[in-house]
């Protein structure tokens, strides 16, 4: 074999210890946050792991999972729906940044193509606004009851 450039070295293999698998990336183990990239770098941002941890646990369980699902199972899908809510509120800052104020309309746009899901929050949204105008009565009821004895 005739080379006509500088040697190549071999690629790097690193142990990911948070995995247990090997890295077979030539840029070696620092090469996870790339510049450019939109992935946030692990240094960047610290969060409470396990925070959603019971919710999740409820949910996976509710959608046909095992009542008690793997630990590593649980944290991976608690990685990716933080990624997901995170990735959401940054696009809808962008957005709402030529207005000066995040609003719910704003999240409501990100997900127009979206049908099910826009759907889905819209009628979480009015059940909400039924939820608040029911508060409201019930709050002016108990004040007439107090203000008459």
Known sequence: MLTTGPPQSAPSTTDDSTTGKMNNNPAG?????RVGSSQPS????????????????????GFGDDPNPLPETVALVEDIVVEYVTDMVH????????????????FLFLIRKD???????????SMN??????????D?????LASAE
């Open 42 to 61: 692990e240094t960047s941002f610290k969060r409470k792991r396990g925070v959603f941890q019971k919710d999740l646990q409820h949910m996976m369980y």
């Open 91 to 106: 696009k809808a800052q962008d957005i709402a940044s030529k207005r000066g104020k995040l609003l719910t309309e704003d």
């Open 29 to 33: 183990a620092s090469s996870k946050a």
């Open 140 to 144: 002016v009821d108990e004040e007439k």
């Open 115 to 125: 049908l099910p899901k826009l759907n889905r929050c819209t009628e979480l949204l």
């Open 129 to 138: 606004e039924e939820l608040k105008q029911a508060r409201k009565a019930f």
